[in-house]
């Protein structure tokens, strides 16, 4: 089965940086567009940036643009995002997301989650 498990979240003061990790298995991981997805009480869930499916474009959420950056190593089934000058409205739980087609720079329809991974910006 897909399984989807991130890391890399924790507890970092305004301005600070975090790099989050996802290790997929259960499936070709190369074919797969990939997501980053946060939740948060506020504004609900929302989505972060996107990975095609092998890698050459990157696609972002405005606000996030310029701050964040999606990467993945297909040899190794990894998918990582980048967070520099977080703020507090970044505090979510961030999840990563696989796409429902294959060889595709992205969907957008997500089929399998992962658990996510708390990320809370807080001086």
């Known amino acids: 089965e897909v399984q989807l498990v991130e890391s890399g979240g924790g507890l970092v003061q305004p301005g600070g940086s975090l790099r989050l990790s996802c290790i997929a298995s259960?499936?070709?991981?190369?074919?797969?567009?990939m997501s980053w997805v946060r939740q948060t009480p506020g504004k609900g869930l929302e989505w972060v940036a996107a990975s095609s499916w092998n890698g050459v474009r990157t696609y972002y959420a405005e606000s996030m643009k310029g701050r964040f950056t999606i990467s993945r190593d297909n040899a190794e089934n990894t998918l990582s995002l980048q967070l520099n000058d977080l703020k507090s409205e970044d505090t979510a739980v961030y999840y990563c997301a696989k796409d429902l087609l294959p060889r595709w720079a992205a969907t957008l329809h997500f089929g399998s989650w992962g658990q996510g991974t708390q990320v809370t910006v807080s001086s």
């Open positions: 259960g499936f070709t991981f190369g074919d797969y567009a």
